[in-house]
């Protein structure tokens, strides 16, 4: 059953429509969780209110990191899946009773391992290094959610096959379904890795087996759990140029490059997990270089080629309008008040300007020692995958009301201003946990005044202040989030319906007009842009590494 | 164009100058980074240890014991105290909830840090210096440090450990001279002032020449107390975060969980007996989420622990 959609005029799969939309409440109940108790995590670690006891605080925290790393985005990005791979190629879901199956699994995976967590059976953080042991139903909620999620891989697949008998695609598929592929590619080496880790861990913790040792544990799980961050990454640059299509009507000016990044993804970043055991014992400094340096670069590669590309498709199509004056009228009269776009490109420079930056440098061999463990780890990540990932499926979504909930925005006005207010808060939130590691902060620790403790340590006094930054803007973020999130449950459960086009408040715009560019470059001011970034990047470059290098010696 | 197929000669088409430049910069800086971590090899002083063995945490405590029993000098808030010899090999382990011993180091000496842990993954992370190491079980990691700034410095833990994590902090003395010791309060009196725990050790010294005395036994005590590291847990100054403190303990009437069912029992010899041995059998109302695990302690040592506990009846 397919209805033709009256505004795009793509044909949509019904059973496609119900499956996505599905994943995306799911995504957004998970999201819900995550907040709430990111908040009470946040005025946990402000000293001043020291909120949670102890015992709640682990036990959120490991809530808190499950929710939004895994349920939050894995929901989405399946959702996102069968959106490339059925709408956008015009043809119908390959098995739609596995998709339902696939979503079942998922969800039984979701509500049994938040409840181990709530009921204090599995306080062991989203890592659960072993030897920490929670109780089996956790790690097998973990598993039940992991299959789920493999299953919607294989469907995405599934329809890439229809796609190519029925002949829906010429020479190649569009750019965005390509990048979704990508995700999905690593998806599966990822969640088969999950699986070689997981099952052995749940038959440990049922006793059958004795023991996992603690460094195989680590190597692998992170095999999982960072590679994961990288179907993040894939499935964010497609939305991207994804926004810039709809937004402003632009595509990528060099198709070959922008599919060349991805395939980069997929061959490199899975070893780049690497970087997560650079200062453990049992691995040499010569597996710790190669893995974190040729395969880690070469993904880096493609995230900077990304970085070029994705805007350089704005300011083209842009220039291509008419917004031809100087470096830069194409990005002051760019569609600021469309909150898709403003989520696309604030995401666009927090992935690059903290997290990229930060990941980059925090991923070397030696300058990971200054790092390791603090909270300049999350500090770090909320730059990737909070302010980029999570930003840029918001503002995705303020697309998919219209589109596939076949909703009216509610509170168009709020929604200009969330992108914005997420942003900064993120943004404070994360720079400030930067600082507050680099000055030896530790992750995950309950208080910072070692009560006690035989001794205690004073922080610089310059803690004090970042603290509160990390507080003012985990609270706007949490109150942005919050606001997203009120958006889209009321339009989409109480919005007025869209009848047709004239009810459609995000303008989609038309292909930008062909035409010669004028001087020698393509798009000068996103290079002017993307230098200011690799000035950035070498500031702190050298920074870490003069604070590196005042330490004591170690070898 | 992302949502549809791309135009006609896609592939053929030719990348714009700029996008080039980019692309060779971004390249070039990969390079770069790569080179740098190698240079560093050679050049710098801080890279990661390649040194580590195969261990077990038994094997591991039983080392860090016998380290700790040779070489203390004295105790800093029930933590061993131990001035390591320039170059020598240093045990130094983790465990739920402590970092065991303390050290002085001598400024620009190099010292051979084996670290591990006894349970579960510690964190090593020394401040104000902010270097931070991963501490695993059964992994012996060798770690060379060169102190580079005389001063006090913290070991904190950074690797979730359970809900004690917070405490487990531990301390390192970088001196320039011994006369740097007394800033710190380390100008203990002789080495051998400090009588060795246990029957199967070195005999007393000429100051103690009742070895069988009840002082002894309370001085044999706290040292087991040190040694097994108890004291990360139970504190002597009313401090009870993570488990009863030990003062004013003996003789007092607590209320504990037997089996779900909750009952009331007097702290005697007995009840310290089994507590050491069986430790899940009995847990003190309060301290549900933190039992204690099972510590290998000889009739001997419980004899001198349980003495302990009795000497700090009334204080």
């Given at each position: 059953?397919?209805?033709?959609?009256?505004?795009?005029?793509?044909?949509?799969?019904?059973?496609?429509?119900?499956?996505?939309?599905?994943?995306?409440?799911?995504?957004?109940?998970?999201?819900?969780?995550?907040?709430?108790?990111?908040?009470?995590?946040?005025?946990?670690?402000?000293?001043?209110?020291?909120?949670?006891?102890?015992?709640?605080?682990?036990?959120?925290?490991?809530?808190?990191?499950?929710?939004?790393?895994?349920?939050?985005?894995?929901?989405?990005?399946?959702?996102?899946?069968?959106?490339?791979?059925?709408?956008?190629?015009?043809?119908?879901?390959?098995?739609?009773?596995?998709?339902?199956?696939?979503?079942?699994?998922?969800?039984?995976?979701?509500?049994?391992?938040?409840?181990?967590?709530?009921?204090?059976?599995?306080?062991?953080?989203?890592?659960?290094?072993?030897?920490?042991?929670?109780?089996?139903?956790?790690?097998?909620?973990?598993?039940?959610?992991?299959?789920?999620?493999?299953?919607?891989?294989?469907?995405?697949?599934?329809?890439?096959?229809?796609?190519?008998?029925?002949?829906?695609?010429?020479?190649?598929?569009?750019?965005?379904?390509?990048?979704?592929?990508?995700?999905?590619?690593?998806?599966?080496?990822?969640?088969?890795?999950?699986?070689?880790?997981?099952?052995?861990?749940?038959?440990?913790?049922?006793?059958?087996?004795?023991?996992?040792?603690?460094?195989?544990?680590?190597?692998?799980?992170?095999?999982?759990?960072?590679?994961?961050?990288?179907?993040?990454?894939?499935?964010?640059?497609?939305?991207?140029?994804?926004?810039?299509?709809?937004?402003?009507?632009?595509?990528?000016?060099?198709?070959?490059?922008?599919?060349?990044?991805?395939?980069?993804?997929?061959?490199?970043?899975?070893?780049?997990?690497?970087?997560?055991?650079?200062?453990?014992?049992?691995?040499?400094?010569?597996?710790?270089?190669?893995?974190?340096?040729?395969?880690?670069?070469?993904?880096?590669?493609?995230?900077?080629?990304?970085?070029?590309?994705?805007?350089?498709?704005?300011?083209?199509?842009?220039?291509?309008?008419?917004?031809?004056?100087?470096?830069?009228?194409?990005?002051?009269?760019?569609?600021?008040?469309?909150?898709?776009?403003?989520?696309?490109?604030?995401?666009?420079?927090?992935?690059?300007?903290?997290?990229?930056?930060?990941?980059?440098?925090?991923?070397?061999?030696?300058?990971?020692?200054?790092?390791?463990?603090?909270?300049?780890?999350?500090?770090?990540?909320?730059?990737?995958?909070?302010?980029?990932?999570?930003?840029?499926?918001?503002?995705?979504?303020?697309?998919?009301?219209?589109?596939?909930?076949?909703?009216?925005?509610?509170?168009?006005?709020?929604?200009?201003?969330?992108?914005?207010?997420?942003?900064?808060?993120?943004?404070?939130?994360?720079?400030?946990?930067?600082?507050?590691?680099?000055?030896?902060?530790?992750?995950?620790?309950?208080?910072?005044?070692?009560?006690?403790?035989?001794?205690?340590?004073?922080?610089?006094?310059?803690?004090?202040?970042?603290?509160?930054?990390?507080?003012?803007?985990?609270?706007?973020?949490?109150?942005?989030?919050?606001?997203?999130?009120?958006?889209?449950?009321?339009?989409?459960?109480?919005?007025?319906?869209?009848?047709?086009?004239?009810?459609?408040?995000?303008?989609?715009?038309?292909?930008?007009?062909?035409?010669?560019?004028?001087?020698?470059?393509?798009?000068?001011?996103?290079?002017?842009?993307?230098?200011?970034?690799?000035?950035?990047?070498?500031?702190?470059?050298?920074?870490?590494?003069?604070?590196?290098?005042?330490?004591?010696?170690?070898? | 164009?992302?949502?549809?197929?791309?135009?006609?000669?896609?592939?053929?088409?030719?990348?714009?100058?700029?996008?080039?430049?980019?692309?060779?910069?971004?390249?070039?800086?990969?390079?770069?980074?790569?080179?740098?971590?190698?240079?560093?090899?050679?050049?710098?002083?801080?890279?990661?240890?390649?040194?580590?063995?195969?261990?077990?945490?038994?094997?591991?405590?039983?080392l860090h014991e016998a380290y700790i029993k040779k070489n203390m000098i004295g105790i800093d808030?029930?933590?061993?105290?131990?001035?390591?010899?320039?170059?020598?090999?240093?045990?130094?382990?983790?465990?739920?909830?402590?970092?065991?011993?303390?050290?002085?180091?001598?400024?620009?000496?190099?010292?051979?840090?084996?670290?591990?842990?006894?349970?579960?993954?510690?964190?090593?992370?020394?401040?104000?210096?902010?270097?931070?190491?991963?501490?695993?079980?059964?992994?012996?990691?060798?770690?060379?440090?060169?102190?580079?700034?005389?001063?006090?410095?913290?070991?904190?833990?950074?690797?979730?450990?359970?809900?004690?994590?917070?405490?487990?902090?531990?301390?390192?003395?970088?001196?320039?001279?011994?006369?740097?010791?007394?800033?710190?309060?380390?100008?203990?009196?002789?080495?051998?002032?400090?009588?060795?725990?246990?029957?199967?050790?070195?005999?007393?010294?000429?100051?103690?020449?009742?070895?069988?005395?009840?002082?002894?036994?309370?001085?044999?005590?706290?040292?087991?107390?040190?040694?097994?590291?108890?004291?990360?847990?139970?504190?002597?100054?009313?401090?009870?975060?993570?488990?009863?403190?030990?003062?004013?303990?003996?003789?007092?009437?607590?209320?504990?969980?037997?089996n779900g069912k909750e009952i009331e029992v007097t702290v005697d010899e007995a009840y310290i007996?089994?507590?050491?041995?069986?430790?899940?059998?009995?847990?003190?109302?309060?301290?549900?989420?933190?039992?204690?695990?099972?510590?290998?302690?000889?009739?001997?040592?419980?004899?001198?622990?349980?003495?302990?506990?009795?000497?700090?009846?009334?204080?």
């Amino acid at each position: 059953m397919f209805r033709t959609c009256d505004i795009t005029g793509f044909k949509v799969d019904l059973k496609a429509q119900q499956l996505i939309r599905l994943n995306a409440v799911f995504a957004v109940i998970s999201l819900l969780g995550a907040v709430i108790a990111a908040l009470l995590l946040v005025f946990t670690r402000y000293q001043p209110v020291h909120l949670l006891s102890s015992e709640w605080y682990y036990r959120l925290v490991t809530y808190h990191g499950v929710n939004a790393l895994i349920f939050w985005i894995v929901f989405f990005e399946i959702a996102g899946l069968y959106f490339g791979s059925t709408v956008v190629l015009n043809i119908r879901f390959c098995a739609p009773r596995l998709g339902w199956l696939s979503l079942i699994l998922m969800v039984a995976g979701f509500i049994l391992t938040d409840i181990m967590i709530l009921a204090g059976k599995a306080d062991v953080m989203m890592t659960s290094y072993t030897p920490l042991k929670a109780d089996p139903l956790y790690y097998l909620g973990i598993i039940l959610f992991a299959v789920g999620a493999l299953l919607g891989v294989v469907l995405f697949f599934g329809n890439l096959m229809i796609a190519r008998q029925e002949k829906a695609f010429g020479d190649t598929m569009p750019l965005f379904t390509y990048g979704m592929m990508t995700a999905a590619i690593i998806a599966f080496i990822t969640l088969v890795t999950g699986a070689i880790i997981y099952i052995p861990t749940f038959l440990w913790s049922l006793g059958l087996i004795e023991n996992v040792d603690a460094g195989m544990y680590k190597l692998i799980w992170w095999g999982l759990g960072h590679s994961s961050q990288q179907i993040n990454v894939a499935a964010m640059v497609s939305i991207w140029y994804l926004g810039s299509f709809l937004a402003v009507g632009g595509t990528s000016i060099n198709e070959r490059i922008s599919r060349l990044a991805f395939v980069l993804y997929i061959m490199f970043i899975c070893l780049a997990s690497a970087h997560h055991l650079l200062t453990d014992p049992g691995l040499s400094s010569a597996w710790k270089v190669w893995n974190t340096s040729y395969a880690m670069y070469l993904a880096v590669l493609a995230s900077m080629i990304h970085a070029f590309a994705v805007p350089s498709s704005i300011e083209s199509a842009q220039r291509r309008w008419g917004y031809n004056k100087g470096l830069f009228e194409w990005l002051v009269k760019a569609p600021w008040s469309n909150p898709a776009f403003s989520s696309i490109v604030l995401a666009c420079i927090g992935f690059g300007f903290i997290g990229g930056t930060t990941g980059v440098i925090f991923g070397m061999e030696q300058t990971n020692i200054i790092v390791h463990n603090t909270i300049a780890i999350p500090g770090h990540f909320k730059g990737t995958v909070v302010i980029g990932t999570t930003l840029t499926f918001m503002g995705v979504t303020y697309y998919l009301i219209p589109l596939i909930f076949r909703r009216k925005i509610v509170g168009l006005g709020w929604a200009r201003w969330q992108p914005w207010m997420f942003f900064f808060g993120i943004a404070l939130l994360s720079v400030s946990m930067i600082v507050l590691g680099q000055l030896g902060v530790p992750r995950r620790h309950w208080d910072s005044t070692f009560s006690g403790g035989p001794f205690t340590y004073n922080f610089n006094p310059a803690t004090d202040f970042f603290w509160t930054l990390m507080m003012l803007g985990g609270t706007l973020a949490f109150l942005a989030t919050l606001i997203w999130i009120l958006i889209v449950v009321i339009s989409v459960f109480f919005g007025p319906k869209v009848n047709g086009p004239e009810d459609m408040q995000l303008p989609i715009s038309a292909l930008a007009p062909e035409g010669k560019r004028q001087g020698k470059y393509e798009a000068p001011g996103t290079l002017i842009l993307t230098l200011a970034f690799l000035a950035t990047f070498l500031i702190l470059f050298f920074l870490n590494w003069k604070w590196l290098a005042a330490t004591w010696g170690v070898y | 164009m992302s949502l549809l197929a791309p135009v006609e000669g896609w592939y053929a088409k030719k990348v714009a100058r700029d996008e080039k430049m980019w692309m060779l910069i971004s390249f070039v800086l990969c390079l770069m980074l790569f080179v740098w971590m190698l240079l560093w090899h050679v050049y710098g002083e801080q890279n990661p240890s390649n040194v580590t063995y195969r261990t077990t945490p038994v094997e591991f405590s039983r080392l860090h014991e016998a380290y700790i029993k040779k070489n203390m000098i004295g105790i800093d808030n029930g933590v061993p105290v131990v001035k390591p010899e320039p170059k020598s090999d240093v045990f130094f382990m983790g465990e739920m909830w402590r970092w065991s011993p303390a050290l002085i180091l001598q400024k620009g000496e190099w010292y051979n840090l084996h670290i591990s842990s006894k349970d579960l993954m510690h964190g090593f992370s020394l401040q104000p210096v902010n270097m931070n190491f991963q501490v695993y079980p059964g992994y012996d990691y060798v770690l060379h440090f060169k102190p580079t700034e005389a001063g006090e410095y913290k070991v904190l833990c950074n690797e979730f450990c359970g809900i004690g994590h917070h405490t487990m902090i531990g301390k390192i003395v970088v001196i320039e001279n011994d006369e740097d010791l007394k800033k710190y309060g380390y100008d203990f009196p002789e080495k051998s002032a400090v009588p060795a725990p246990g029957t199967d050790t070195a005999p007393a010294t000429a100051t103690e020449v009742a070895p069988a005395s009840a002082e002894a036994d309370i001085k044999a005590g706290e040292l087991v107390y040190t040694l097994k590291g108890c004291v990360a847990c139970h504190k002597t100054d009313g401090t009870a975060q993570l488990a009863p403190a030990w003062n004013g303990l003996f003789g007092k009437k607590e209320k504990v969980k037997e089996n779900g069912k909750e009952i009331e029992v007097t702290v005697d010899e007995a009840y310290i007996r089994e507590s050491i041995v069986t430790p899940q059998q009995k847990v003190t109302v309060g301290y549900e989420q933190t039992v204690m695990p099972v510590f290998a302690l000889n009739d001997e040592e419980i004899r001198q622990v349980t003495a302990f506990v009795k000497s700090l009846q009334n204080k």
